[in-house]
DNA sequence: GCGAAGTAAGTAATCACTTACTTACCGGCG
DNA sequence: CGCCGGTAAGTAAGTGATTACTTACTTCGC
């Protein structure tokens, strides 16, 4: 019947580790939107289509499977894949020291991705406030890199006589907060009327011009 | 015995009012530390010292004592006092047209404020992820206010010439993420060794900084 | 002595998790 | 090819603990 071809669609039997993602992702989609108390392992089992059972045939507990799931955002197989990497526009407004795209791109690139990713946002404050280690984790891994590279630029650009002295830390974390505290607004107040709707580019322009010329005239 | 003199320390029967707020002061400090599914009624009871069927005896339900929790910090007897009202050198920041002066001594109010109230700030987070309606009003009344306050003295700015054409909203809501975006560092990462461990006026200097000039030398 | 403060001991429902059992798949042997 | 047996996928029906909430009763203060 070759039934182990279609096995992503049909509803019979599964390998145990499609299930096994099946599940984690029934997961993720849950605790990030009732937290970690709000949610049962009895829905987690429902919204698969499979008994409880089956859950606790994958993952010893729930909280085994609650730091599997945030292990593998963390640190899984699609690691955080960080701006710089990847977008040209970045790298070439290093390599020509043009500090308004320089902003601007990293910016839309982190709003962006926090966009698509509104479960994983959500994960990471929840585990926050309830003070699970992986956020932890998570912070000192990926934010410092952010804060690295971030402030690298800065303390370049300052060297080049073209930023005034800051500490290039605080000029980040001031930088990071524009776009993170916007990300926010938008994800807890998706589907309700906001105070400001507009689209991400004007953002990320504004801020980056903000960042680099203040809003003196 | 005049026990009723001393009735905030000893141990015996209580008035009802004043039994009251104790199981709010409790429950309050509960709700922010494990959110609303995380907390038990029987937990609340005995950090009161009392047994559980009083807290139903003052609250018909936990959903309501929740709500009278969230509606006292929202809109209580301590409402929420802006510090455009009470800041002396805000006042003056204004009247003198110190934009420097101005940014800073918001930013320096509303972090001492989050540094004060931190178990109010971790209740307004719990609530907007675990999606309570109270917290929707509370950004639709407070935040707005602070908007047009802020929105408000840009836009008058940009009248006198001294600050460029920007959305005030915008520029509002760079500055806002500043702040509150190092306050939620503060606060969730209390404990543990902090990324950017600086003095409150350091930071609201440096916030006020960026926000008018920008980083260009 | 009456009403309000207070409790002990429940209730049914729900929680995370287990046990005992059944079913489908798949490779190998006749 | 067929059939068979081991193994892993799957479930129904529990487990005791805990949940929010109640009831029936007692005790204190004025």
């Not at 669609?9 to 108390?37: P, Y």
């Not at 593998?72 to 020291?97: M, N």
Request: negative net charge.
């Amino acid at each position: 019947m070759l039934k182990h071809l279609f096995n992503c669609e049909h509803t019979g039997r599964m390998s145990g580790d499609e299930r096994r993602e099946q599940i984690l992702r029934a997961a993720v989609a849950l605790f990030s939107q009732k937290g970690f108390k709000g949610t049962t392992t009895k829905e987690i089992a429902s919204a698969v289509g499979i008994s409880e059972a089956m859950v606790f045939r994958h993952f010893a507990s729930k909280e085994e499977l609650y730091r599997a799931l945030l292990d593998a955002k963390v640190s899984g197989e699609d690691k955080p894949v960080f701006p710089w990497e990847t977008c040209d526009d970045l790298k070439r407004a290093i390599e020509d020291k043009d500090d308004l795209a320089f902003f601007y791109n990293i910016a839309l690139e982190a709003m962006k991705k926090h966009q698509e990713d509104v479960p994983f946002m959500r994960l990471m404050f929840y585990s926050a406030l309830e003070d699970h280690s992986l956020a932890e984790q998570f912070f000192h891994e990926f934010v410092s890199r952010v804060y690295d590279f971030i402030g690298g630029y800065i303390a370049e650009r300052q060297r080049d006589g073209a930023f005034r002295e800051v500490d290039p830390k605080i000029a980040v974390r001031a930088f990071l907060g524009m776009m993170i505290h916007h990300s926010l607004n938008n994800l807890l107040w998706d589907k309700r009327r906001r105070l400001l709707d507009i689209p991400l580019e004007t953002a990320a322009k504004n801020f980056a011009e903000i960042m680099v010329n203040g809003i003196r005239a």
